[in-house]
């Protein structure tokens, strides 16, 4: 398990893509005694490395003893650096202190584009010194690179600038808009995505020091679908194994996802991981979308910030950025329409239904369950299962109002849906803002389950309306009306 510390907001560099937008010093940066007590508490909650980074963090007057700090706890310190102040000097005091390996970035093989990207003259050559001074004192290190169109065709060369100057391993960071880099559409296409992954991953074959792909969690499919071996179990980390903590004592599931979950001044590191609704949810794992149903959700799991920075949204909705999302959807979204069109008419009673749907639409049973899967992610159906005619078979049923104070939903929902009778329960915004239906043997016991849900409640205005004669209507939609579903 792996947490970051964004140390101090302070920088030395002005990077147009920062998710720190750092600078200058926050105003409320967390304390030498509150860092202690934080390395404390990441210990206490199973974590294993811990990355100091920033801002710059070489800028932190405390930053060696806080290493030092969290190497005698048993942690195993990592710093995230742009390598511009790591003289010879530094980086022997790193290595004293007990640093176990160093990250530096790197964005381009050309020291103009690098100086330019990084906002300040001289940078490339100063953090090709740093690097150099790691190497000289024996410190690990291992190069980080952030892709961009204006780069995208250097990549490889930068890992071949890795291997030359002794690095352990290159990071390829693929970017997400947050912080200062928000608003900035300078991410690659996903078809790039997919081009350089497999690049990499061809590449990480040949080459003795580790490729890792950051923020492309995809490249775990890649590398299944291509046998291609690699020590990493997981792609996206975010609230699982990982999460970041800012110069202000804010957590987040990742440097991107901008979504607090508590702050570790008023509440301990330990609690926030372990109970925050955000991260539990997060480990559930249950995406919405396309991602919530294909066949590598369990290795990749899309990226978490993307799918947050997107329309809905929400952190756990589908990863737009992925090529192959895209490319099996242009495959089952003519297949979903058909379908659409055809269970209007009827549903087949039959013993198979599947295999009569792929009959009668010429494709198999397996791509017809698997285009129902779509259609529900995308919100197209909610349901498909049959209605019993509850009266045919001798039962009573009744349609209730109720009335509920805000405060009392929760608890309110709860109760009723522990009921077996209760077949449907819709929040509405209005007075009678909950709706359900009740189904039960007789219409004496549908009244003793309404009233004893008064009971169990405490809320007395609910109004049951019983049924007294079943109307359907049906309702087919033309083919055009069906296109806004995939647009």
Not at 185 to 211: G, H, N, T, Y
Not at 229 to 258: M, N, Q
Not at 273 to 283: A, D, M, Q
Not at 304 to 332: F, H, I, N, T, W
Request: proline content about 5%; glycine content about 8%; hydrophobic content about 35%.
């Amino acid at each position: 398990m792996l947490v970051s510390w964004n140390t101090t907001n302070t920088c030395n560099l002005r990077c147009p893509h920062c998710y720190r937008d750092a600078g200058q010093k926050a105003p409320q940066e967390l304390t030498t005694a509150e860092g202690c007590e934080l390395i404390e508490e990441v210990w206490r909650s199973g974590f294993r490395i811990m990355v100091f980074s920033g801002g710059e963090p070489l800028l932190r007057p405390d930053l060696f003893d806080l290493i030092d700090r969290a190497r005698s706890r048993g942690l195993r310190p990592v710093l995230g650096t742009n390598g511009t102040l790591i003289t010879r000097e530094v980086a022997r005091d790193l290595k004293k202190a007990g640093a176990a390996a160093v990250g530096i970035s790197i964005d381009s093989i050309d020291r103009e584009k690098h100086d330019r990207f990084r906002g300040v003259d001289g940078a490339w050559e100063a953090t090709m010194e740093g690097i150099e001074n790691c190497r000289l004192e024996g410190l690990p290190f291992q190069i980080h690179s952030t892709v961009f169109p204006w780069n995208y065709e250097e990549i490889e060369d930068i890992t071949s600038l890795a291997l030359q100057v002794g690095a352990r391993g290159h990071h390829v960071f693929f970017f997400v808009p947050t912080g200062r880099g928000r608003g900035n559409e300078e991410s690659v296409a996903a078809e790039q995505v997919e081009d350089l992954l497999e690049r990499l991953l061809s590449l990480q074959e040949k080459l003795p020091l580790e490729i890792k792909p950051t923020c492309a969690p995809q490249f775990l499919r890649i590398a299944r679908q291509k046998g291609i071996k690699t020590r990493f179990k997981r792609g996206c980390l975010a609230g699982i194994s990982y999460c970041i903590i800012a110069p202000e004592g804010d957590v987040y599931p990742c440097p991107y996802l901008d979504l607090s979950v508590g702050n570790v001044r008023e509440t301990p590191f330990s609690r926030i991981w372990e109970n925050n609704p955000v991260l539990l949810r997060l480990r559930t794992r249950k995406y919405e979308g396309y991602c919530g149903i294909c066949r590598y959700r369990s290795i990749c799991g899309g990226c978490r910030a993307r799918a947050y920075a997107g329309p809905e949204a929400d952190y756990m909705a589908e990863d737009r950025g992925c090529l192959y999302l895209l490319q099996e959807e242009s495959k089952v979204s003519p297949l979903g329409k058909k379908l659409l069109l055809r269970l209007q008419e009827g549903f087949p009673l039959e013993k198979e239904p599947y295999a009569v749907l792929a009959r009668e639409l010429g494709v198999t049973e397996k791509e017809v369950l698997f285009a129902l899967r779509w259609l529900k992610a995308r919100g197209a159906i909610r349901r498909l299962g049959a209605v019993f005619d509850s009266r045919g078979l001798g039962y009573r049923s009744t349609l209730c109002a109720a009335s509920v104070p805000k405060d009392q939903l929760e608890k309110a929902v709860a109760i009723i849906n522990s009921y077996p009778g209760v077949t449907h329960n819709y929040l509405r915004e209005h007075r009678y803002n909950l709706w359900f239906t009740v189904t039960a043997s007789s219409e004496r016991a549908l009244e003793d389950v309404v009233e004893e849900i008064r009971n169990r409640t405490g809320i007395q205005e609910i109004y049951s309306f019983p049924s007294r004669k079943v109307y359907k209507i049906g309702v087919k939609f033309p083919e055009e009306e069906l296109a806004r579903v995939f647009s």
